[in-house]
T-cell receptor
Framework: GQSLEQPSEVTAVEGAIVQINCTYQ??????LSWYQQHDGGAPTFLSY????GLEETGRFSSFLSRSDSYGYLLLQELQMKDSASYFC??????????FGQGTELSVKP | GAVVSQHPSRVICKSGTSVKIECRSL??????MFWYRQFPKQSLMLMAT?????????EQGVEKDKFLINHASLTLSTLTVTSAHPEDSSFYIC?????????????FGSGTRLTVV
């Protein structure tokens, strides 16, 4: 089976940089994804890593180390609107997406 | 981009009644759709995988007779919560993928908040 661990909550100030870590255990690896979910809304896709290294998409970057079963999401130039829950997720061979418990990010002025 | 429409967004029903939730892929054919349930401040828990034209595959612990899933076409999947009870109150979300190779960018519906009174 799959399991993922990420911090339950993180607090940062506007303009800062924050890193959300995710460690995973999977029986087979088919990529690590990150999703953002605002309260009451649907998850939206942020980033995907299939291979080791850094993927950059605007203010968001995601990193993967398959040998360490570890990844992180890096958010730069934090804005108030970035306050949300962030989930890492892995896909299994059948295409099912399994989510971590989520990290609630609070951005303070 | 891919759009998934989910309806209704909110529903309140009486205990013992059934509720149907629809999930539609608007601009692509979804070979596979997934149904998730999310309780407040918790993660998304996969309930079942729905493939067009075949029976849904349910996750362990999910009652298939209570949560009926129908994927009658490549653009529509429905989840029916039968004989709903207050403990079924939750946020239900569907997601869809184009084909089995387009895995990493799943598109989610906007979710349905079900309240059973």
């Amino acid at each position: 089976g799959q399991s993922l661990e990420q911090p339950s909550e993180v607090t940062a100030v506007e303009g800062a940089i924050v890193q959300i870590n995710c460690t995973y255990q999977t029986s087979g690896f088919y990529g690590l994804s990150w999703y953002q979910q605002h309260d009451g809304g649907a998850p939206t896709f942020l980033s995907y890593n299939g291979l080791d290294g850094l993927e950059e998409t605007g203010r968001f970057s995601s990193f993967l180390s398959r040998s360490d079963s570890y990844g992180y999401l890096l958010l730069q130039e934090l804005q108030m609107k970035d306050s949300a829950s962030y989930f890492c997720a892995v896909r299994d061979e059948g295409g099912k997406l399994i989510f971590g418990q989520g990290t609630e990010l609070s951005v303070k002025p | 981009g891919a759009v998934v429409s989910q309806h209704p967004s909110r529903v309140i029903c009486k205990s013992g009644t059934s509720v149907k939730i629809e999930c539609r892929s608007l601009d692509f054919q979804a070979t596979t759709m997934f149904w998730y349930r999310q309780f407040p401040k918790q993660s998304l828990m996969l309930m079942a995988t729905s493939n067009e034209g075949s029976k849904a595959t349910y996750e362990q612990g999910v009652e298939k007779d209570k949560f009926l899933i129908n994927h009658a076409s490549l653009t529509l999947s429905t989840l029916t919560v039968t004989s709903a009870h207050p403990e079924d109150s939750s946020f239900y979300i569907c997601s869809a993928i184009r084909d089995r190779e387009f895995y990493y960018g799943y598109t989610f519906g906007s979710g349905t908040r079900l309240t059973v009174v």
